[in-house]
């Protein structure tokens, strides 16, 4: 596949929330074109998004805001109960997720930095959706140590079929310790919803590691979405200069950074090539230049049924949804369809339509269907 370009170029946006915001923009894509609609707009460097079930949609600021997106595209004011958060450099808060449960147990769950200590880390709470607040808000993971800087949180969200949740953890650009296992920095985390550690865990009752690792050696996760057919844990992970990857975590395996990388230091001082260690797990996909991977999602709508089982990606520096098919788990080829913005998250609709955040001051909701 081969790069795609727009045939009219997205303008910038600054608009204010309500239905109606922008005209579709017309984008020719290798499946067809598509049409690009703003759904709602004014919003802060948004960072994450999760539907709930009747078809709102929650979305984050990263400044620290919980806004509700309704069906019609009209923003509320902030949600009420959100932790403070450290809202400095990439730090501030990230993601949402609902419970698997919501419409029984109204569980909305965040990730966020949060300062303390000798600095910042990244943490998990979750409180009690109602009235257009959060309630019972409880933290039920802080990683540990919190360390100055204000880069690499990582901070995804994804629960698995059996009803786990992963974490997703950068090394807070400290290096070495993604090697540590005494230390959450550069990890994958597994806990249950309530922040408890699952019995299974590859390191529970090992005295030298946290027990809710699940796997290590990680730089800057910021993308995690669950294989709608093998139900394993996929993520998009932040090279350093060059090396971009896909990973698929597996229980206690070392994913090799900072020790290997496709790419090189922002110095340009070399690091050891994946191949040279073959004890090291190896991902799947790589970059270089960088598209500088954050949120993803596998398609499995109607809408665009040439991207059924493809792995859509939301790239910031590239300022593209960037689209992967897969054979099983190879990739066999790679669509980049220019939106000519940073996209921080990609989420599916209910209806199959394609919902994506721009990274921006103002920032917007955009939803791509095809175009009519």
């Not at 299974?200 to 590691?209: H, K, T, V």
């Amino acid at each position: 596949m081969k790069h795609i370009s727009i045939c009219a170029a997205l303008a910038a946006f600054a608009f204010l929330p309500g239905p109606g915001l922008a005209q579709d923009r017309i984008v020719e894509t290798q499946s067809g074109r598509i049409a690009v609609a703003a759904v709602a707009g004014g919003l802060e460097h948004p960072w994450g998004m999760a539907f709930l079930p009747d078809g709102r949609l929650l979305v984050t600021e990263r400044a620290g805001r919980l806004r509700i997106v309704t069906r019609d595209g009209k923003l509320s004011a902030p949600v009420a109960g959100v932790p403070p958060v450290f809202a400095e450099g990439q730090g501030g808060l990230l993601d949402v997720a609902a419970d698997p449960d919501f419409s029984n147990s109204g569980l909305v769950y965040l990730s966020y930095a949060e300062a303390g200590g000798a600095g910042a880390s990244t943490a998990v709470a979750r409180g009690k959706l109602a009235d257009g607040a959060l309630r019972d808000v409880r933290v039920i993971f802080r990683q540990q140590p919190k360390v100055s800087d204000d880069k690499h949180f990582g901070g995804r969200l994804v629960f698995a079929r059996d009803g786990m949740l992963f974490i997703t953890l950068g090394e807070r650009f400290k290096f070495e310790p993604a090697q540590d296992l005494s230390s959450h920095l550069g990890k994958i985390i597994r806990i249950r919803p309530d922040g408890a550690v699952p019995p299974d865990n590859p390191f529970l009752g090992r005295q030298d590691a946290k027990p809710e690792i699940w796997s290590y050696g990680h730089r800057n996760v910021q993308g995690a979405a669950i294989h709608p057919a093998t139900g394993k844990l996929w993520i998009s992970e932040f090279g350093p200069r060059g090396g971009d990857e896909i990973n698929i975590p597996e229980a206690g395996r070392n994913y090799g950074w900072p020790l290997v990388s496709w790419g090189r230091h922002y110095n340009l001082i070399g690091i050891p090539k994946p191949q040279t260690r073959p004890d090291l797990a190896q991902s799947i996909y790589h970059w270089n230049p960088v598209v500088s991977p954050s949120g993803i999602v596998f398609y499995t709508g109607e809408l665009f049924p040439r991207w059924r089982g493809n792995l859509l990606i939301a790239g910031l520096s590239s300022e593209a949804l960037v689209r992967l098919t897969l054979d099983g788990e190879r990739v066999t080829g790679e669509e980049r369809i220019a939106m000519d913005t940073r996209i921080r998250d990609v989420e599916q609709g209910p209806d199959g339509s394609v919902y994506l955040l721009t990274d921006e001051s103002g920032g917007a909701v955009l939803r791509l269907a095809p175009a009519r």
